[in-house]
């Protein structure tokens, strides 16, 4: 069956984010936002530990290929994930993530042009860019800030915000190449606009009172991102990096919202690097158009 190009979609707003929790039937549990899948075809989601088919410090979901427990588990994990989300069918696309700011761009939907982008992914990416339908974006986290993003032109992006990344801007970047998408197909006059249409939603990440940083990295973010960032001398807020830095770049505050879960203060719930001294899963996010 031949699939329509990226729907006009932009006619009508997104609605304004709102996340839920979704248990599905084989007990794998996200994060998603039910009204933005009914409105727009796009489903997404933040994964909990639960569910899954590992054990150990690996229970249960671990979707990290490079974790520690072997690919193959965590392979089998994705596979899981995918049925137990509506989406075996899809193309899956889970880059090596590099603590970069570098996205790669999912544009066309012939099977060569996945598998190419798929090839880019692994040479190194912390975002993913998506224009077409059925390809399941898949990122993996342990602390660090899971972030998608949706334009109402139909695109959608997620991106791996560890503290290199969200210094890096990764967030008001990829935000950027989503809005210019928007903008090059006539849905909006300007950058700034096509931003402020975008939802962007938080996942569950190491939150201030848990991210105690050197002096070092400390001074890079007060340098950069100002106080507001540094709630005291020792320790970095990332999600208020993360709020400034897609604000700077027009995002509305009204579109954003935020699991509001800290990785380290409910490692039952999420796999967190600094709660299990190193040895740990995964957690996901993922974006699939249908
Ligand atoms: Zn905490």
Redesign the pocket.
């Known amino acids: 069956m031949r699939k329509a190009p990226i729907a006009r979609l932009h006619d009508r707003e997104l609605p304004f984010p709102r996340l839920s929790l979704e248990t599905t039937g084989s007990g794998v549990r996200f994060w998603t936002d039910a009204a933005l899948e009914a409105a727009s075809s796009v489903r997404m989601g933040f994964t909990e530990r639960a569910g899954g088919l590992s054990s150990g410090p690996y229970a249960s979901l671990n979707l990290g290929r490079f974790a520690g427990e072997g690919e193959e588990a965590a392979r089998a994990n994705m596979r899981h994930l995918m049925e137990a989300a509506g989406c075996a069918e899809a193309a899956l696309i889970n880059p090596q993530q590099v603590h970069g700011t570098r996205a790669v761009m999912v544009l066309d939907g012939a099977p060569e042009a996945i598998a190419a982008a798929d090839a880019a992914a692994q040479e190194g990416a912390d975002a993913l860019v998506v224009g077409v339908p059925d390809v399941f974006a898949l990122l993996g986290f342990a602390d660090c800030v899971p972030v998608v993003m949706v334009s109402p032109a139909g695109a959608f992006a997620v991106a791996h915000a560890g503290w290199r990344g969200a210094h890096g801007r990764i967030v008001s970047k990829t935000l950027g190449v989503l809005a210019d998408l928007a903008c090059a197909e006539g849905a909006f006059a300007s950058r700034q606009e096509a931003a402020a249409a975008c939802n962007i939603y938080i996942g569950p990440y ?2 201030a ?2 991210f105690e940083v050197s002096a070092d990295v400390h001074g890079l973010f007060s340098e950069e991102f100002g106080r507001p960032v540094c709630p005291d001398a020792s320790h970095v807020d990332l999600g208020a990096v993360i709020r400034a830095d897609a604000v700077g770049a027009g995002a509305d505050t009204r579109r954003i919202a935020d699991v509001d879960a ?1 990785t ?2 409910n490692e039952d719930r999420f796999f967190s690097y600094r709660a299990s001294g190193g040895t740990c899963g995964r957690h996901g996010a993922f974006v699939v158009r249908k």
Do not use: A, R
Request: proline share 0%; hydrophobic share 30%; charged share 15%.
């Open positions: 190491i939150h009172e848990c800290c380290v203060c």
